[in-house]
């Protein structure tokens, strides 16, 4: 077919009837939706639940994909989508997307794959030229297995039947046709690589994104500056149903509270009258879940089913910190729980080890001034910052209670700050402990819940590491991290790192002890990082602060951090869902960033040249 399909003459506009989001069922299984009207359509027939054509095409934000069957169904819903978006743009791309033919010759017992090659083509007016070269020089950088991927460009179009007529009827459609390589396929049978096809797809997927961007470039004056906000700004139901599933199963069973001896006090006062020679014994909650059932909801959650590879990751690695979690409430209180745990948090890297060696050698300990107060002033004063930001967003709802079943200190727990009655905090302290709770933990976890998805507020995978780092952060801009403080933080990475390496209990309180942490100190950190058969994830709290200052020390901006609970490899994330407007900014800022005289400790904390230096 030749590359220019146009007819002088145009044919007056109907009306459309389309509101997005759109999506509708089509005779024979196909399906089309749309996200929002922007000037593209992807298109694909025939494709299968196998086929990377039609697995790309549907996590477009706008498409069309039938079988066989149906195509008078399917191009008269094409003509009303296009339609439909002409009457906001002046030209519309369609982008048929096609599987390459497999080559025939090879076969399990010979060592060749298929030829890692795409086909394109498109039609000759200007725009879908732009997008042809901006898709180009993307897909020439995709890099698959070792393998990077190579552009034929060919004159014929590859149009799917029926929509040819409709571009030679209609001058304002310009066309693209990309065929895609089936090197996800086992060669000479009809297995697939199921983690090599999610991979291209993905990458395919991004690389139409950046073609698209060069077609609206070319036909509008104010294009977005990146590609990823040409990605969905809706979530379809699937993605809010998966998101549901994760939710019940995250909510069927509290992980810290289920690893945290119920009985600490206790235990400190038997180790006490043994002369701190016999490891205590601690006692845990019933667990409130059965491992194995949860696991096995986990696993029956379809998570393809998003159509949003961005969020599919998202749910992916969700899935896997939880199966982690439940793996260690199944070892609770075996040597195996301490090696699942490193699973989770990882071990003491040089580093992080090396930064707390160095604080507790030059870092002296100072007496934290003025009286210690108790849990019910520290309830109260935490429900006074609660009802700060409660008046600038009702929806801070934020609860408070003194337990007698967990070991010294504060504990949030979903929106539930969790305060021990045997806490006891040096009046000094009270606001930089409060910030640490209320304007971090609490606070993250109802921006998250104002978002779309409530992953956001259980936290996605991995986010407790700089969500501890940010606590710390928090204490250190109003002024309240003392050196006894950042020498504790650098005591439980010790802890941890003695642990991993075999010390029991014992052992590390005398090695605690003698980094000069009086008895009671050693022994509650020793119990943390004891819990359960041995617990890593002690080590994150100096690890993330590590983080944090790193990220003030490039310049970086703290604000994706405020959307919920997220770790800091998902900042880009954050900015692209916020690009695409999945993402509401944050309803609540943290008290403390208003501060002059915090934001003066932040700039301080830029130019830091190490940990010991900054108090």
Request: with cysteine; charged share 25%; glycine share 8%.
């Amino acid at each position: 077919m030749a590359a220019n399909l146009r007819r002088a003459a145009d044919e007056p506009c109907i009306q459309s009837g389309i509101e997005t989001p759109f999506r509708q069922r089509l005779e024979g299984g196909g399906r089309s939706h749309v996200d929002r009207m922007l000037p593209f359509l992807m298109l694909n027939r025939g494709g299968g639940a196998e086929s990377l054509a039609a697995r790309v095409a549907g996590i477009s934000r706008a498409y069309v994909i039938w079988p066989g069957p149906g195509d008078n169904d399917a191009v008269a819903i094409i003509e009303r989508i296009a339609r439909a978006a002409h009457a906001r743009h002046s030209q519309i791309l369609l982008v048929s997307l096609y599987d390459l033919p497999r080559d025939s010759a090879l076969d399990a017992d010979v060592p060749k794959l298929e030829a890692f090659t795409a086909r394109l083509s498109a039609s000759a007016d200007a725009p879908a030229q732009a997008a042809a070269m901006r898709l180009a020089e993307a897909l020439e950088k995709v890099e698959v297995d070792l393998r990077a991927c190579r552009v034929e460009h060919v004159s014929e179009a590859w149009l799917e039947s029926g929509v040819e007529q409709l571009a030679r009827r209609l001058p304002w459609l310009s066309y693209l046709s990309l065929g895609l390589p089936q090197i996800y396929r086992v060669p000479g049978k009809d297995g697939i690589y199921p983690q090599l096809l999610h991979e291209l797809e993905v990458s395919m997927f991004d690389a139409l994104l950046q073609g698209s961007l060069g077609f609206l470039a070319a036909i509008s004056p104010d294009p977005p500056r990146s590609h990823r906000a040409l990605g969905r700004r809706s979530f379809i139901a699937a993605a809010r149903s998966v998101d549901a599933k994760l939710l019940r199963v995250a909510t069927s069973f509290d992980f810290l509270l289920s690893v945290s001896p119920i009985n600490s006090e206790q235990a400190y006062d038997k180790f006490k009258a043994d002369k701190f020679a016999k490891a205590p014994s601690f006692r845990y909650r019933p667990l409130t879940v059965d491992p194995d059932l949860a696991k096995r909801a986990l696993y029956e959650i379809e998570l393809r089913r998003v159509e949003d590879p961005v969020l599919e990751n998202l749910f992916a690695e969700k899935r896997r910190e939880l199966d982690q979690q439940l793996t260690l409430l199944a070892c609770r209180n075996s040597r195996d729980f301490r090696y699942v745990s490193l699973t989770l948090y990882g071990p003491v890297e040089p580093e992080l080890s090396a930064s707390a060696r160095e604080i507790l050698d030059t870092v002296s300990g100072s007496r934290d001034l003025g009286e210690a107060i108790g849990a019910d002033f520290v309830r109260k004063a935490a429900q006074g910052l609660i009802a700060y930001y409660r008046k600038a967003n009702p929806d801070f709802n934020g609860r408070t209670m003194v337990r007698e079943d967990i070991p010294a200190g504060l504990m949030v727990s979903g929106r539930n700050l969790m305060i021990s009655q045997s806490t006891r905090v040096p009046r000094n302290r009270l606001d930089a402990l409060l910030q640490h709770e209320v304007s971090i933990h609490l606070l993250t976890y109802v921006n998250g819940n104002a978002q779309g998805l409530k992953i956001f507020r259980t936290g996605l995978a991995g986010y407790e590491g700089v969500q501890e780092g940010l606590g710390v952060f928090a204490e250190c801009a109003v002024g309240g991290l003392t050196a006894t403080r950042l020498r504790l933080l650098a005591a439980r990475v010790v802890a941890v790192e003695a642990m991993v390496a075999g010390a029991e209990f014992v052992e590390s309180y005398r090695l605690l002890r003698g980094e000069g942490l009086g008895s009671r100190m050693a022994f509650n950190v020793a119990a943390r990082v004891y819990r359960s058969g041995g617990l890593s994830k002690d080590a994150i709290y100096l690890r993330g602060f590590k983080q944090v200052l790193a990220l003030l020390a490039a310049g970086s901006d703290l604000a994706p951090f405020w959307y919920g609970k997220i770790a800091a490899r998902h900042v880009s994330v954050i900015e692209e869902l916020a690009a695409r407007g999945l993402l509401q900014p944050p309803k609540t800022l943290p008290q403390f960033l208003a501060s002059p005289a915090a934001q003066a400790r932040i700039a301080h904390l830029r130019n830091a040249p190490t940990l010991s230096q900054i108090i």
